[in-house]
Every structure is written in structure tokens, then in C-alpha cells.
């Protein structure tokens, strides 16, 4: 079950990046800079958690690599929370639906924890346009649930 976490993990947190990546080319949809993710968590050793205005706080030494790798680290960390809920019988035989729940809501992460550590508030309420911002965050964690979902689906295929 850990191969299938991780495959699954990488896998959804990659339809999630090339879903972003079209956005951006197809329509110029600005996506999240993952070396801010690295900066936030490049200043935990400092005892520092909440931010201002996380693109004014210094730069950390290698905040992309290591915001990069968290991101990828909680795909496969929320991969696992699927597998941990809906158990072996799901990643043998995949559906929708857990894999769509789960993506959905993994949207409380930024909502709750990231946004208002980087400074732009609860569920983006100190952004320009939170609705616009909430609504970005939704079809992009939708997008890793439906990552999860095909993932899951190329990894049964492996048995």
C-alpha cells in the first residue's frame, strides 16, 4: 500500500501541476509560486509560522527545491489519507467519489493553515477578490482529486 500511496500521491499532485500549467497558458491564470511554500516553511526553524505578507519575508536558501518537495510530500500524504479511509478494496478497484472528497477537501489546507500564515487571510479574505482566489483554490484541489482518482486507476492497473 506505500507504493500505491506514493504513485497515487505523485501522480494526482501532478494533474494538479499540468492543470495549473494550462490554466496559466490557456487563460493566464496566475498559480502558487511553491518557493513561497518553501520560504513559509524555510522560517519554521526560526520559530516564525505566520507572515505579514509572505513575498516581503526573506528568502530562504533553496525555498523553490524545498517548497517543491513539500508539495509533492502532501500529495503523497493525502494519497495515503485515501488509502487510510477507503482502504486496499479502493486502490485494487478505483472510484470517483473518495478520490473527488478527498481532493475537495484537502482545500481546507490553504484555507485554513496557508493563506493566513502567507498573509492573505482566512480563506483569502484579505486577498484583492477572495471569491476569485476561493474559487481558484477549489478547482485546483478538484483537479487533485481527480489526480487521485486517474492515478489510482494507472496503479491498479499495476496490481
Known amino acids: 500500500m506505500i507504493w500505491h500511496g506514493a504513485v497515487i500521491g505523485l501522480g494526482a499532485t ?8 494550462l490554466q496559466r497558458r490557456l487563460f493566464g491564470v496566475p498559480s502558487l509560486d511553491y518557493a513561497l511554500v518553501g520560504r513559509w516553511l524555510g522560517h519554521f526553524p526560526r520559530g516564525r509560522f505566520r507572515h505579514k505578507a509572505i513575498m ?3 528568502p530562504v536558501a533553496g525555498e523553490r527545491v524545498l517548497g517543491w518537495a513539500a508539495h509533492y510530500a502532501i500529495g503523497m500524504l493525502f494519497a495515503a489519507l485515501l488509502i487510510g479511509l477507503w482502504g486496499p478494496a479502493w486502490v485494487a ?8 472528497i478527498i481532493g475537495v477537501g484537502t482545500v481546507v489546507v490553504p484555507f485554513l493553515i496557508m493563506q493566513p ?3 492573505a487571510g482566512l480563506a483569502a479574505s484579505r486577498t484583492p477578490q477572495p471569491n476569485k482566489a476561493r ?12 489526480g487521485l482518482y486517474l492515478a489510482a ?7
Open 14 to 21: 501532478a494533474v494538479m501541476d499540468l492543470w495549473a500549467l
Open 56 to 58: 516581503a519575508a526573506p
Open 93 to 100: 478497484d478505483p472510484t470517483p467519489g473518495p478520490a473527488l
Open 117 to 119: 500564515a502567507f498573509g
Open 135 to 146: 474559487f481558484r483554490s477549489l478547482v485546483a484541489h478538484a483537479s487533485f482529486g481527480v
Open 153 to 159: 486507476k494507472i496503479s491498479a492497473l499495476w496490481g
